[in-house]
């Protein structure tokens, strides 16, 4: 009796330790989505300040190193309406796309209007 006690004991615990081993990886898996994000919309602001002083920059961004990952930004389209999309690489090679349809007005700095924006679509 006792060591059938003892084995249902041992399986109850290694069931639950497994349960939370499984919600540790999820939380990670997580935090590194949300990482990744993070570092795509830190591209998307910075080729919005270069946007507002110059409306003509076109240039963008290849691997820009930013905390733990990397962004990669293009703008595509003709003034006023142009498209800025950030590829992100964050920790553990989790991915995050942002791409923003945007309407520049007025004369440097310029305003930066958001008509659409998209993640990870």
Do not use: C
């Amino acid at each position: 009796m006792v060591i059938f006690a003892i084995a249902l004991l041992t399986a109850l615990v290694a069931g639950m330790l497994s349960v939370n081993t499984d919600e540790i990886q999820l939380m990670q898996n997580q935090l590194f989505a949300t990482q990744a994000q993070a570092i795509a919309e830190a591209g998307v602001d910075d080729a919005f300040s270069q946007l507002r002083n110059d409306a003509a920059w076109s240039d963008g961004y290849t691997d820009k190193v930013f905390h733990d990952g990397s962004y990669s930004v293009t703008v595509a389209g003709v003034f006023p309406n142009l498209t800025v999309e950030s590829l992100a690489m964050g920790p553990y090679s989790f991915r995050s796309r942002i791409a923003a349809d945007v309407t520049l007005a007025g004369s440097g700095p310029f305003t930066i209007r958001i008509d659409e924006l998209r993640i990870n679509e």
